[in-house]
């Protein structure tokens, strides 16, 4: 079956459109390529959350995270969360778009929240 896709995807990259330029049609490495940005973005958001939450847990640990300081940064991991959510489904689904949109707004809360944290 790889094969069979393989020969038709080869013998299409041949064609030309009205005698203008060859169809280019991407390989697999071609497109996995493509992802890699796609998955490092994922990366590096899941690794900001977990960064937040530790240093969430350190605070609550050492006490300086208490009281009304204690609700703000609740609030703000809830909506850091909410964001990492919609990246994680925008990753899964492939919409381009969508993810980089996603990113933005998980990077924003992220920063957000960690502005909390720092007591900003």
């Known amino acids: 079956m790889k094969i069979l896709a393989l020969s038709a995807a080869l013998a299409l ?4 459109v009205a005698g203008t ?7 697999p490495f071609q497109y996995a390529d ?7 973005v994922a ?3 899941e690794n900001g959350y977990k960064l937040f ?3 969430v847990e350190l605070g609550v640990d050492t006490g300086v995270i208490k009281g009304a300081l204690a609700l703000r ?18 990753y899964k689904t492939g919409n381009s778009s969508d993810f980089l949109a ?5 990077n924003i809360a992220l920063e957000q929240a960690l502005a909390i944290v720092k007591g900003r």
Do not use: F, H, M, W
């Open 13 to 16: 990259s041949a064609c030309t």
């Open 21 to 27: 330029t060859p169809i280019v049609i991407p390989t």
């Open 34 to 40: 493509r992802t890699a940005v796609d998955e490092q």
């Open 43 to 45: 990366v590096g958001i």
């Open 53 to 55: 939450r530790t240093a």
């Open 73 to 90: 940064v609740a609030k703000a991991d809830t909506v850091a969360y909410n964001a990492l959510l919609v990246v994680r489904q925008a």
């Open 102 to 106: 996603a990113a933005r707004s998980a």
